[in-house]
T-cell receptor
Framework: GENVEQHPSTLSVQEGDSAVIKCTYSDSASNYFPWYKQELGKRPQLIIDIRSNVGEKKDQRIAVTLNKTAKHFSLHITETQPEDSAVYFCAASCFGNDMRFGAGTRLTVKP | DVKVTQSSRYLVKRTGEKVFLECVQDMDHENMFWYRQDPGLGLRLIYFSYDVKMKEKGDIPEGYSVSREKKERFSLILESASTNQTSMYLC????????????FGQGTRLTVV
């Protein structure tokens, strides 16, 4: 099955700085790559996703890039704010059916 | 809003007990998933289901089974609970097909003593 690796496991940035989280996947058949944010004590929620026919997608301060050849994708958060502090998970799946997640990145944004 | 509801927020069970974790979704989703969340290990897929009475093993199915008798309900069963199954369990559902968002339940924190 699919194997997703995520780095770093923890990330601390100053408010206003950018944060980058990287993931690699193993199954070349994977075509859907979502990112989830999990705040303390809450359920994971989708923040952005990208499909295999797109190289980059942006939504306000959040962007995701995908390199299919290298099998890696990244989450970029610009102008970070304290409310961005959370655990972020990347995932990969083939048509959304058997979604595998990375181990998570705990992002801390210091005021 | 999509609702994925897990029957219990917290559970404490004894070693050797048979444990049922229930998950219900109200959006007619085809796919349902059970994950286990442990610190440093992320969300690990236990089982998933494409349709009623269909089930597929994920990455860590040992010690677990599932049941999906109705489209809206997906149950995770611990046949004989052990202390190493103490964890947070998350259920999720999605519409299936191409590239769809998974919606999560609130989680069940299971402690096996």
């Amino acid at each position: 099955g699919e194997n997703v690796e995520q780095h770093p496991s923890t990330l601390s940035v100053q408010e206003g700085d950018s944060a980058v989280i990287k993931c690699t996947y193993s199954d070349s058949a994977s075509n859907y790559f979502p990112w989830y944010k999990q705040e303390l004590g809450k359920r994971p929620q989708l923040i952005i996703d990208i499909r295999s026919n797109v190289g980059e997608k942006k939504d306000q301060r959040i962007a995701v890039t995908l390199n299919k050849t290298a099998k890696h994708f990244s989450l970029h958060i610009t102008e970070t704010q304290p409310e961005d502090s959370a655990v972020y998970f990347c995932a990969a799946s083939c048509f959304g059916n058997d979604m595998r997640f990375g181990a998570g990145t705990r992002l801390t944004v210091k005021p | 809003d999509v609702k994925v509801t897990q029957s219990s927020r917290y559970l404490v069970k004894r070693t050797g007990e048979k444990v049922f974790l229930e998950c219900v979704q109200d959006m007619d989703h085809e796919n349902m998933f059970w994950y286990r969340q442990d610190p440093g290990l992320g969300l690990r897929l236990i089982y998933f289901s494409y349709d009623v009475k269909m089930k597929e093993k994920g990455d860590i199915p040992e010690g677990y089974s599932v049941s999906r008798e109705k489209k809206e309900r997906f149950s995770l069963i611990l046949e004989s609970a052990s202390t190493n199954q103490t964890s947070m369990y998350l259920c999720a559902s999605s519409t299936g097909g191409a590239n769809t968002e998974a919606f999560f339940g609130q989680g069940t924190r299971l402690t096996v003593v």
